[in-house]
Structure formats: structure tokens, C-alpha cells
Antibody, heavy 119, light 109 residues
């Protein structure tokens, strides 16, 4: 059974950075595409970016361009999302999610990581 | 950027049918996927490619996308169906490759 296990909750100061990890269990890691999706309190889902581990290529939503980096380590089946220059509006739950075919739906999701940005 | 519009809320009595719509430009030309999200939990895929269900999703939950509007239908609604539901499409020409709808809160009366 596929599982995506994310790192724990974080509390950060404005202007700092956060790096969240997502480790995949139960299937071939590099065959899939992994995205990061965030959800601010009481709000909807917003796609931030994705990585295709087999190619090592990433693409980001424009509003996060320059502030976010998504990477993958095939040896540990882990994808990472680093968000820099944090502001209070970045307080949200961050999810990793797997797209099995690249350009379709998300069939498995991580449990979510709450990132709180507060002075 | 591509926009998907959903009603903010739908209320339905137990045993009745809930229908959640998802509107977007030429949405009939796209594959629509649906997620259920309960409070404090990650989203769960309930319908993919307009009409298909992942294993473990009951037949009471179905999807359609005949042209102008995609619809998620929940028949014989149960208390456990109370959740937020999001539609999603892939749009290679959009800034957000994966576009989510605005979300619909389903309340079971």
C-alpha cells in the first residue's frame, strides 16, 4: 500500500525558510510525479509546484516562483519543498501528493504538515 | 489562468441525493477529478477522469462531465458524506498546472 509520510509541524519567524519532506513507501518513487499543495486556514487547495524525479525537473506556480524549491532524492524516495522569505500569509497546511501519470489526478496524499509563521 | 467554480455549499437530507457542480471554460474537453476532504484530514480522490472511481469508493458516488458543467453526485447520502469536495483539472496552458475548484461544503441535515 502506497503511503506518503510528511515531516512534522513547524513554527517559523517571518523572513525565515522552511523545508518540508515527504517520504514515499510502497511503490517505485521515480516513476511518478509529485506535487505540493497548500491549504490556508479555512481556505481551498492551491497547487504550488511539482517535480518529476526521473528527470529531476520542477515547475512552479508563478506566485511562488523564486521563493519555492521542490527537490527529490531517489535514493530515499523523498521529495522536499522549501519555501523562503516566509510571511504570515504562508501559514497553512502543506501536502505532498502523487500524480501517477503526470498530468492527471492525485491518487495519494501525505498527511499534511502545518507550517505556522508568526513573530 | 483556468478557473473552476463550485457552489460554496450544498445541504441534503440523509438518504437523498447531493449534486455538486463544477464549471469552467470548455470543461467538457477536460478530464475532471474530485476529492473529498473531511475536517483535519488530507483530501481523498473519489472520482477521476470524469466518471471513474478508485477502489474502495462506493458506487453511490459518481461523476459526469457532459459538456458545460461537471457534476459529482452522491446518492443515498449518509452522515459520513459530510465534507468539503473539490473538483480539479489539469491545464497545461495554465500557470497552475493542476487547477482546483473553489470547493463545496456538503452538509447532511
Amino acid at each position: 500500500q502506497v503511503q506518503l509520510l510528511q515531516s512534522g509541524a513547524e513554527v517559523k519567524k517571518p523572513g525565515s525558510s522552511v523545508k518540508v519532506s515527504c517520504k514515499a513507501f510502497g511503490d517505485t518513487f521515480s516513476s511518478y510525479t509529485f506535487s505540493w499543495v497548500r491549504q490556508a486556514p479555512g481556505q481551498g487547495l492551491e497547487w504550488m509546484g511539482r517535480i518529476i524525479p526521473i528527470f529531476g525537473t520542477s515547475k512552479y506556480a508563478q506566485r511562488f516562483q523564486g521563493r519555492v524549491t521542490i527537490t527529490a532524492d531517489d535514493s530515499t524516495s523523498t521529495t522536499y519543498m522549501e519555501l523562503r522569505s516566509l510571511r504570515s500569509e504562508d501559514t497553512a497546511v502543506y501536502y505532498c501528493a502523487r500524480d501517477p501519470y503526470g498530468g492527471t489526478s492525485f491518487d495519494f496524499w501525505g498527511q499534511g504538515t502545518l507550517v505556522t509563521v508568526s513573530s | 489562468s483556468y478557473v473552476l467554480t463550485q457552489p460554496p455549499s450544498v445541504s441534503v437530507a440523509p438518504g437523498q441525493t447531493a449534486r455538486i457542480t463544477c464549471g469552467g471554460n470548455n470543461i467538457g474537453n477536460k478530464s475532471v477529478h474530485w476529492y473529498q476532504q473531511k475536517p483535519g484530514q488530507a483530501p481523498v480522490l473519489v472520482v477521476f477522469d470524469d466518471t471513474d472511481r478508485p477502489s474502495g469508493i462506493p458506487e453511490r458516488i459518481s461523476g459526469s462531465n457532459p459538456g458545460n458543467t461537471a457534476t459529482l453526485t452522491i446518492s443515498r447520502v449518509e452522515a459520513g458524506d459530510e465534507a468539503d469536495y473539490y473538483c480539479q483539472v489539469w491545464d497545461a496552458s495554465s500557470d497552475h498546472l493542476y487547477v482546483f475548484g473553489t470547493g463545496t461544503k456538503v452538509t447532511v441535515l
